[in-house]
């Protein structure tokens, strides 16, 4: 079925307007291994400082981009998957909250005036514009999620008995983590920062503010990954010309991903006054059981590449590794999804030593964190985006992936980028290098008294990665933008849009997995439980208020405008 001409245009735009701001997004991390390094030692470079640009990075790359990419796989999926029309007016209002938000977060962004990074922990003070422009962005976020519904449960009923496609439910536990997550910070947003930017609040809940958005953060990570894991489990089989090993877990990895998801957010404030060791421990415990969806995924996803290894000849207890499709030009997409796994890998492994709560405290807010970072959104979560992006725009304008070689290396170069960047990040934050810091003012200075010459290896190792990294976005868009130019290929405007679906090896009937409900109201009996105590230690026990400040400037302000 080809999808509506309308949808088709919208999701076009969800992917390429934030892929045009992602040039900056990927500008400002190759000048953070710059600053990192000390090859620029200066507050800014180019009228930008270092904060602004730290800032730029990770809304554009970290919030922007996944969000847009998430709701464009989810509008092509829930209409491809249930040959269904979905609604125009939902889409397009939207695109548009979306589009605004966006824009107004940025320009208060590039104008200097949210210079509070893409978590935006008070007491840094941001624009109020820059708080409005996240909360239509958000509300955008949620609309379309809202329209499938209907569609779901016409579909439901129309085809008693029937499974729900696999992607539908990823795309469906995508959402639901997304709802039940950014609805505190909705709460954070609107009733904390926004009043106290505008000065109509003299201070805020610094400790409040920030459980607030760990709430939403952590389930971020995932609402990053799942899309990720739609691709992975409908199409990477499929490439790798074989089957999905077991249906079932598939199922069961996007419903517990729906139940643990939220209630863990405190892992990432294991170092916070105020709240309880036995919350933290108990949020950690809780931590510890949302890595074994992804431990279950990683069986699950190598017997289904043995299977098709085997399948294409692959014999022996490991030899079967040589006969996958990894430099294939027929099927680019396999290397974008595999290199991702490779390196999903090793971010899982650091997730679990982050999560150990005593090996917390060695790395916490150390450049360990985003070594950890970019071999998770940065790896598996990434590749897909980029790999799904260029899937969907030329499948929908009809045109042939061109510069196929070109096409299958980026993951490998952005692989090998990876590592290198997040080994000496790993490094340096063993060390004791901090993240977040302008190194290149002082650390990496050799004319400050503070100069670390033994942090030298691992900043460079740092830089670079993140000039490897550098190269593979620009080949990126060298194949995207020469495939944008091709004529649409004749054969392919014959065809219907598709999408490349598994077929499931073990096709398990468990009913347990096939049902939305049991799971979303466990999640939330879940979250009540898990923040019940912190909160109320946090509302019991915290500083009440403080003023705001602005990352260049010891004194307080009382506006950020
Ligand atoms: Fe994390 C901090 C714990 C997963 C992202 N994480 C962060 C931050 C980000 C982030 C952005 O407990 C920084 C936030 C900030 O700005 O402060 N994380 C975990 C744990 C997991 C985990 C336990 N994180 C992710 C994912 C992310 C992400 C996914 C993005 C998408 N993380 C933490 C903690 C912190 C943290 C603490 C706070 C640290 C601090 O102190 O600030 C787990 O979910 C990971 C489970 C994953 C696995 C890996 C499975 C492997 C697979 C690949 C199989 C490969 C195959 C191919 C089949 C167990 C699926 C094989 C091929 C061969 C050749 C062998």
Redesign the pocket.
Known sequence: MELQKNLERIILIELLVPLTLFIFGAYHGVMQVMYQSGVIRATSFAGIDYYQGLTAHGVIN?IVLTTFFAVALGAAVVSYELKSRVSIAGATLALILMLLGAVMAAAMIFMGKASVL??FYPPLMAHPLFYVGLALFIVGSWVPFWTWIPVYIRWRKENPGRKTPMGVVGIFATFIVWQLATLPVAFEVLAQLLPWSLGWTPGVNVMLSRTLFWFF?HPL??F??LPTYVLYYTMLPNLAGGKLFSDFAGRFTFMTLILLSCPLGL??Q??DPGISTSSKGFQ?VL??M??IP??L??FT??AS?ELAARGRGGKGLFGW?KNLPYFDPQVWLFPYL?CG??I??F???T??V??SYSM?NV???TAW??A??HL??GG??FLGILGGSLLLITGLLKKPVVSRTMALTVPYVWMVGTFVFSSGFFLGGLRGEPRRTNLGLTYMNPASPSYRPDWWLATHMGLLGGCIMGLAVLLYFIVLVRSLAAAPDAALAQAPFSLPTSKPYHDEDIAAVQNFTPWVAAAVLLCVVSYYAPVRDIVKNGITTAPGFRPDNPAAVSTAH
Do not use: Q
């Open positions: 970290a893409y978590t953060g990570v995932y990053w990954l892992h990432h294991f170092a950690g931590t510890l949302v890595a992804s431990l995924t990683a996803l190598a590449l590794w595999f796994l490779v999903f890998l971010g899982g492994i997730g679990i982050n999560a917390n790395v916490h807010n964190i985003p950890h970072f998770t959104v598996p979560v």
